[in-house]
């Protein structure tokens, strides 16, 4: 079975409202992406060594990362000497195969690491404006609707609104949030979020810091003492250290991500704003250079729209036009056949 037709098959049987928010979330980055791979098949029917120089670039412009990039045209290359590939449409369910593979390359470290018999502490790290406190909104809403009790840390105090910000979250899901005066102490923040939480029983806490102090060491350190405290009272917390990037500052989020990945032992990612780039690539790059799992995407601005980060789900997504195209075609090739028996 072709790889499109599995990809088509898997979907068809899935709820249509994941695969639905997938393909709406990526309609620029497919529109831009699939665009130029049709201008790519139409100008060179044979594959050779300038339809993969066009590839590489097309590539590139969709943010995957010069180095992904570099890999993934080698690794395309050997494909097509193995499987005698001569026609550049034919190449399509290659490369939607290989950029599954390249997403998920450890299978189920995508998952969030849930406890099952104690509270789960979430950290959310990242530069301000990243839709952070959204991210945790939407999120708290999420457990929420699956019957579990959540209390928010909001460990900002030191950009203005901050707390505000995360209590009108709290207000609009209804989840306690747990706040000290502007520019106090984050980490004293979160000693009391957990024992607040701890006195409700929650299933989850999920905690706010801050984007940016002074200097970046200043802000590096005050996260190392604000995991430094979650650890002392939980010992095997935070379970999750989540860095939220905005998909639509391309290489910029990959900058960051170096930068807090060296600090603060990142276990995921979450990807805002994704349907609001042309460039959404950019995952690929995230996932493959740093090696750090996209664990959650947002995929427009709905309450529900953060969604789980599924690998053949986020493929379906960019190539459904050609997927749908090319079982189509093997469609109509399978009833030809069959009228001639």
Not at 234 to 259: C, R, W
Request: overall charge negative; glycine content about 8%.
């Amino acid at each position: 079975m072709g790889f499109f037709k599995k990809l088509k098959d898997k979907f068809t049987e899935q709820t249509e409202t994941v695969t639905e928010k997938f393909k709406d979330g990526l309609t620029k980055t497919r529109d831009s992406f699939v665009g130029r791979m049709n201008e790519l098949f139409a100008q060179y029917r044979t594959v050779d060594e300038d339809f993969f120089e066009e590839l590489e670039e097309i590539l590139i412009g969709a943010d995957v990362g010069v180095s992904t990039v570099m890999e993934l045209i080698d690794e395309l290359k050997d494909e097509v000497k193995l499987r005698n590939i001569k026609e550049s449409r034919e190449i399509a369910p290659v490369i939607s195969e290989k950029l599954a593979e390249k997403l998920d390359k450890s299978g189920e470290d995508a998952d969030l690491n849930m406890q099952d018999d104690q509270m789960t502490v979430i950290l959310f790290v990242g530069v301000n404006g990243v839709g952070k406190t959204t991210t945790i909104g939407k999120m708290a809403h999420s457990f929420k609707e699956e019957g579990k009790t959540v209390v928010m840390a909001a460990g900002d105090t030191f950009r203005a609104g901050a707390i505000e910000q995360l209590e009108a979250w709290g207000d609009r899901v209804g989840v306690d949030v747990i706040k000290q005066q502007a520019g106090s102490d984050p980490a004293a923040v979160m000693y009391d979020a957990i024992q607040s939480a701890r006195a409700k029983k929650a299933d989850v806490l999920l905690c706010d810091t801050a984007g940016r102090l002074q200097n970046k060491v200043n802000l590096m350190k005050e996260l190392e003492k604000v995991k430094r405290v979650i650890s002392r009272e939980i010992p095997d917390a935070p379970h999750e250290v989540l860095l939220v990037l905005d998909a639509t500052t391309g290489q910029n989020a990959m900058s960051q991500a170096k930068t807090f990945g060296e600090a603060t032992e990142v276990s995921g990612i979450v990807l805002t704003k994704l349907d609001g780039t042309a460039k959404g690539g950019i995952v690929l790059a995230i996932r493959n250079e740093l090696n750090i799992p996209v664990k959650l995407v947002g995929l427009g601005e709905g309450m529900d729209d953060l969604q789980p980060f599924d690998a053949e789900q986020f493929v379906y997504g960019l190539f459904k036009e050609l997927v749908e195209e090319e079982t189509g075609e093997e469609k109509e090739e399978e009833e030809i056949e069959n009228t001639r028996e």
